[in-house]
């Protein structure tokens, strides 16, 4: 058994209050679970409002295919415009 856990700390230039913020972390969290059923949830900078930090988990049977599915993820965040990855960090257990 893997467990992979990715972290991702945001930043949203647009964002002009708490509620624009939401939005955008809203449709991270909608696709990711969508695309690669992942579990994720905002971790840090609830009050920030052009801040957010994301934790991103997958448990699985096998180490590549865990990687594999957080590569994908991260390229999939990286590759969106409503935001900037200010740092990150992968771990697995």
């Known amino acids: ?23 955008v972390v809203k449709r991270i969290k909608d696709r990711s679970r969508n695309k690669f059923n992942i579990s994720v949830a905002e971790v840090d900078f609830q009050d920030k409002w052009q801040r957010a930090k994301l934790a991103f988990a997958l448990v699985g049977s096998d180490h590549k295919n865990a990687e594999t599915t957080m590569q994908k993820l991260f390229q999939m965040l990286d590759s969106d415009y409503g935001f900037e990855i200010v740092n990150f960090n992968f771990e697995f257990l």
Request: overall charge positive; hydrophobic content about 50%.
């Open 1 to 23: 058994m893997v467990v992979a856990l990715l972290t991702v700390e945001i930043l949203v230039p647009g964002s002009a209050s708490l509620k624009e913020k939401r939005g």
